[in-house]
Nanobody, 126 residues
Framework: QLQLVESGGGLVQPGGSLRLSCAVS????????VGWFRQAPGKEREGVAC????????NLADSVKGRFTITRDNAKNTVYLQMNSLESEDTAIYYC???????????????????WGQGTQVTVSS
């Protein structure tokens, strides 16, 4: 059973940065495509960024392009989300997800993933 555990969330001022980590266990990360999602209070979960198994393809939401970067270290079984120039609108619970299947078109859809972490809270506020 694949398990995912997020960390790195917290309180940050507008304009600040955070790096989220997602530690994967139970199977080799290199066999899975990965994604980062977020859910703000009262809103649906939305896909922020996703990446193919070997990292050759990524897809980022327009709202985070130029500010967020998704990376992965298959040797460490860890996925990262570097978040810069944070805005209050980025406040949400952030989740990582994994699945064996990947398509660029659908990789930011929640239905594309079978494995999920528990989430980590990110709050952007002065």
């Amino acid at each position: 059973q694949l398990q995912l555990v997020e960390s790195g969330g917290g309180l940050v001022q507008p304009g600040g940065s955070l790096r989220l980590s997602c530690a994967v266990s139970g199977y080799a990360l290199g066999s899975y495509a990965v994604g980062w999602f977020r859910q703000a209070p009262g809103k649906e979960r939305e896909g922020v960024a996703c990446m193919s198994r070997m990292g050759s393809t990524t897809n980022l939401a327009d709202s985070v392009k130029g500010r967020f970067t998704i990376t992965r270290d298959n040797a460490k079984n860890t996925v990262y989300l570097q978040m810069n120039s944070l805005e209050s609108e980025d406040t949400a619970i952030y989740y990582c997800a994994a699945d064996r299947h990947f398509t660029t078109v659908s990789c930011r859809l929640t239905s594309s993933y079978g494995y999920w972490g528990q989430g980590t809270q990110v709050t952007v506020s002065s």
